[in-house]
C-alpha cells in the first residue's frame, strides 16, 4: 500500500487527500497553518468540496494533517499541491513550491515519485523543484526517484465532475517518471493522459484557463461596446449560442475571480516574456478583465447621476459577492476591486450574500444585509453581482430603486444591464 504525503491541504490538496484514502491509501496531510490541521484532526473540513462526512471517512481510514514535515520520511509518495500566487510586483510566487521542495528533498528515500500539482510555468518541475530536490537529498530524478507533474483540475463547487471522474494530465521528467505517475493516479482517477514531458503537462494547465481568460475578456469588450454603440450584446449572444459547432458560449460579466483565471495567464505570459516571446493577446486579455469593475462602478454612477444622484454618499448593495456563482469562495472576486473603487468614490456600500457570513476584503468589513429585498428597498442602487440560486433574482427588480444586472439574469425587467 502506498504511503502518500499530500503537501497542502487547500481546495485542490484535500478533495486529492480524499481520494487517495478512498484507494485503500495510508494518507498524511502537511499544512503550513495550525489552524486548518487542527479542524481537520477534529473532523471539520475548510473546503466546501469536502464535506465533514468525508472528513470522517478519511479519518477512519488513519488521514491525519500535520504541520510537522517529518512524516515526509516515510512518504512513498509525495504530492505538492501548495499555492502558486503572485508576488508584491504582480509576477509568480513560487515560494511555497521552494519551500515544500526543500522540505522533501531532505527526507526524500530512494523510490519514491514527486509530484508536483500547483500550476506554474513550463520548467518549474524540471528547473526549480527537481533541482532543490536534488541538491537536499543527494539523489537523481528518473534514476533513484520519480518526479513529474499533474494539473489539478477541480472546479470549486461542480457537482458532476471531481478528482476521479475528470481525466487527469500526467508528465514526467523521463518517460519512466511518466509512467510511475500514471500508475499512481490511476488507482485515484478513471482516466490517465499522459503528456510528452513535464513542460506539455505544464503549458496545458496553464493553456486550459488561459483559454477561458481570453475568451471572457471577447465578451466583456463586447458588452463594453456594444452599450456604447446601442447594441444588446446579450441578445446577439443567445443569437450565437444556437450555431451547434464552432462556437462556445461565455458571458460577460463584472469581473474575473478565483484562483485560476486571475494568475494563471500571468504564470504563462511571464515564461513567455521571459523567453522573448511574448504573448500579446493573452495580455491584453488581462487588461481588459481587470478594467471591468471599473466600468461597473462608471456604469453605477451614469445610473445614479440620471436619478439625480451622486455616487459620493449613495447607498449601494451588492448582491452576491463570491466569485463563483452557488459558491462560497471569495478569493479574487471582483466584488473586492467594485467596493475599493466606490469607497474611494465616498460611496456608503453594503453587500447581500446568503453564502457568506462576513466579509472584509482588504482587511475593512463590509456591513452585510441579510434580507436581500428590504437591503434593495433601501438602497439607493443595487448591483447584481453574483447570481447565487438562493437570492430571490426574481423579486429584485419590483423591491430595488435602481437595479444594475451585471449577469444578464435580470433581462425583460426593469433593471439596467451591464
Known amino acids: 500500500m502506498n504511503s502518500v504525503a499530500v503537501i497542502g491541504l487547500g481546495y485542490t490538496g484535500l478533495p486529492l487527500a480524499r481520494e487517495a484514502c478512498r484507494a485503500g491509501m495510508r494518507v498524511t496531510g502537511i499544512d503550513e ?114 518526479l513529474a507533474f499533474s494539473p489539478e483540475r477541480i472546479d470549486p463547487g461542480n457537482q458532476t465532475f471531481g478528482v476521479r471522474n475528470t481525466p487527469r494530465v500526467v508528465g514526467g521528467c523521463t518517460r519512466r517518471c511518466t509512467t ?100 500579446r493577446l493573452v495580455e491584453l486579455s488581462q487588461e481588459i478583465n481587470a478594467r471591468m469593475p471599473a466600468h461597473v462602478v462608471r456604469r453605477a454612477e451614469h445610473l445614479l447621476h440620471e436619478r439625480g444622484n451622486a455616487l459620493r454618499d449613495a447607498r449601494v448593495l451588492l448582491v452576491g459577492v463570491t466569485y463563483k456563482r452557488n459558491s462560497t469562495d471569495l478569493r479574487a472576486t471582483p466584488a473586492a476591486a467594485i467596493v475599493r473603487l466606490m469607497r474611494q468614490s465616498g460611496t456608503d456600500v453594503t453587500y447581500h450574500d446568503p453564502l457568506v457570513d462576513a466579509w472584509s476584503p482588504g482587511g475593512e468589513p463590509v456591513q452585510r444585509s441579510v434580507d436581500a429585498l428590504t437591503a434593495a428597498a433601501d438602497a439607493d442602487l443595487t448591483i447584481l453581482v453574483q447570481d447565487h440560486d438562493a437570492v430571490p433574482l426574481d423579486r429584485l427588480p419590483e423591491h430595488a430603486r435602481l437595479l444594475l444586472d451585471t449577469r444578464g439574469r435580470l433581462r425583460g425587467t426593469r433593471a439596467h444591464q451591464l
Open 33 to 146: 497553518n495550525p489552524s486548518v490541521t487542527a479542524a481537520l484532526n477534529s473532523g471539520h473540513s475548510h473546503v466546501p468540496d469536502v464535506t465533514d462526512a468525508d472528513l470522517a471517512a478519511m479519518l477512519d481510514t488513519g488521514f491525519r494533517a500535520s504541520v510537522d514535515e517529518s512524516p515526509l520520511a516515510e512518504a512513498s509518495v509525495a504530492v505538492i499541491c501548495v499555492p502558486t500566487p503572485l508576488d508584491d510586483t504582480g509576477g509568480p510566487d513560487l515560494r511555497h513550491v521552494r519551500g515544500a521542495a526543500s522540505a522533501l528533498g531532505d527526507r526524500l528515500k530512494p523510490g519514491s515519485l514527486v509530484v508536483l500539482q500547483s500550476t506554474s510555468f513550463p520548467g518549474t518541475t524540471d528547473d526549480v523543484v527537481r533541482g532543490i530536490v536534488e541538491q537536499a537529498s543527494g539523489l537523481s530524478a528518473g534514476t533513484d526517484f520519480s
Open 180 to 279: 510511475a505517475a500514471a500508475d499512481f493516479f490511476r488507482h485515484l482517477c478513471d482516466q490517465v493522459v499522459e503528456a510528452g514531458s513535464a513542460r506539455e503537462a505544464e503549458l496545458a494547465k496553464l493553456l486550459e484557463n488561459t483559454y477561458r481568460n481570453v475568451n471572457i475578456a471577447l465578451v466583456n469588450e463586447l458588452a463594453v461596446a456594444a452599450r456604447a454603440l446601442g447594441v444588446d450584446v446579450w441578445e446577439a449572444l443567445d443569437c450565437a449560442r444556437t450555431k451547434p459547432f464552432g462556437f462556445q458560449e461565455f458571458r460577460p460579466g463584472p469581473g474575473v475571480g478565483g484562483h485560476c483565471i486571475p494568475v494563471d495567464p500571468v504564470y504563462l505570459t511571464h515564461w513567455a516574456r521571459t523567453g522573448g516571446a511574448p504573448l
